[in-house]
């Protein structure tokens, strides 16, 4: 089941002043200028929500390609623990574009995104059920669609 909206705002507010807010807050020594930051933030949040849930593909996609780099600065590949994916966050990344970098994940990465195990993602690429990359591993797409099928939505929405 998709998460809600409310479900969504918490985490991002709860990410975001974990990975941006402390960190400025002690860097500032407690200036009352990073409390004022954190109202604009869950503010802004309802927003993100509303397009991650809501907004056209395009809008998704940039939403998330703009928190996802915000929140996970990295030089290397978004790689976030497998946990991540069955998050409020992850489920909606899932649900919405797949991976937003990744042209293909590895059988564990599509497990943690539809909540089975590695052999149920091995029995599913078997059955034709999830597309296999021809590299190597499964193709997010078929895992975006996968989840649209079980909860009865069109594929590639």
């Known amino acids: 089941m998709p998460p809600t909206h409310g479900q969504l705002v918490e985490q991002l507010v709860r990410t975001i002043d974990i990975r941006l807010l402390d960190p400025l807050e002690i860097l500032l020594d407690g200036h009352d200028a990073v409390e004022a930051l954190r109202t604009v933030v869950r503010i802004r949040a309802g927003s993100w929500a509303q397009r991650l849930l809501d907004g056209d593909d395009e809008t998704a996609l940039g939403t998330v390609l703009r928190i996802v780099s915000t929140l996970h600065p990295d030089d290397g590949p978004f790689e976030p623990p497998l946990d991540w994916w069955r998050s409020p966050l992850g489920q909606v990344v899932v649900r919405r574009v797949g991976h937003p970098t990744a042209p293909s994940i590895s059988y564990a990465v599509a497990g943690a995104m539809l909540g089975i195990s590695r052999q149920g993602v091995h029995d599913l690429v078997s059955r ?10 499964v193709l997010p797409s078929s895992v975006r669609d996968r989840l649209h099928q079980q909860e009865g939505r069109p594929t590639g929405a």
């Open 128 to 137: 034709g059920k999830l597309i296999r990359h021809p590299e190597g591993g």
